[in-house]
């Protein structure tokens, strides 16, 4: 089995075979760690996409200081929350916005407001997140942000399974509830 830094090291050298290695052996887990964000399946498979292209065209800069399979989790989830930002929340934020204002939305450049509205969101998350109870607020860090599988969570934390899909679960649940007024139905 070859490591993470071989493969790195193989993919910063160019290597094309390493890379569609990689991608081969991790679409299917990426791509259903992304519907969980994006219920489009061709979305998810854009966002996939933009991921897997980004990474090709910065493997000379790639620096990674967790798992390979980590950071390809955490680089998925940050496209799917910019996805999540700049097409749902827009939509939904815009409807009571002045012309002026809104069309400033429509324009691809950041505004105030548009950064403003992720920053808000950003937040909401954040301190949902600190204020989960502590073992659902660890287990759904290990899950989202570590990109970690719910069996290695488990067996991280010797606990079952079962324990981890309930703990994610009700996590994903407060957080819905409390980003409902920014997302489009």
Known sequence: MVSDEEIIIQIKNGNMTA???????????????CRKFVPDSEDAKDLLQNVFLRFWEKRSEIDI???????????????CLNYIRSNRITTTLEEGLPDNIRNDFNNNEPS????????EIEKIVENTIDKLPDQCKSIFKLSRINGLKNQEIA???????????????????????KLKDYMSS
């Open 19 to 33: 890379f569609k290695s990689l991608f081969d052996s991790v679409y299917f887990q990426l791509y259903f760690h």
């Open 65 to 79: 200081h967790t798992s390979l399979n980590a950071y390809l989790f955490r680089s998925v989830q940050n496209e």
């Open 112 to 119: 105030p407001f548009s950064d403003l509205a992720t920053l």
């Open 155 to 177: 067996d991280k934390l010797t606990i079952s399974v079962r324990t981890v899909d309930t703990q994610i679960y009700r996590a994903l649940k407060i957080l819905k509830d």
